[in-house]
């Protein structure tokens, strides 16, 4: 009698263990969707400043973006893009 209930629970801990190793599985994969949604969420935002932030500083003397020959200084603080 010993020997059905080891054999039954050594089965059960297989099933067990097959369960647990694909919800651990679904856990990374859960876990790795939701860093990349995270680091674009920054991305996103760090780019959305960027633009407030030449936008905010814009400069009607500054340069075009299809200005041909030598450029002055840019007064956004963007850059020259």
């Known amino acids: 009698m010993k020997k059905g209930k080891s ?4 089965k059960s801990s297989v099933k067990r263990s097959g369960k647990a190793v694909a919800q651990d599985a679904g856990d990374a994969q859960n876990w790795l969707s939701l860093r990349v949604r995270e680091g674009l969420m920054l991305a996103f935002l760090v780019l959305g400043l960027y633009l407030l932030m030449s936008l905010v500083s814009y400069s009607p003397d500054d340069p075009g973006w299809t200005r041909i020959g030598p450029v ?3 007064q956004n603080m963007g850059g020259r893009a």
């Open 72 to 74: 002055g200084d840019v």
């Open 7 to 10: 054999s039954d629970s050594g």
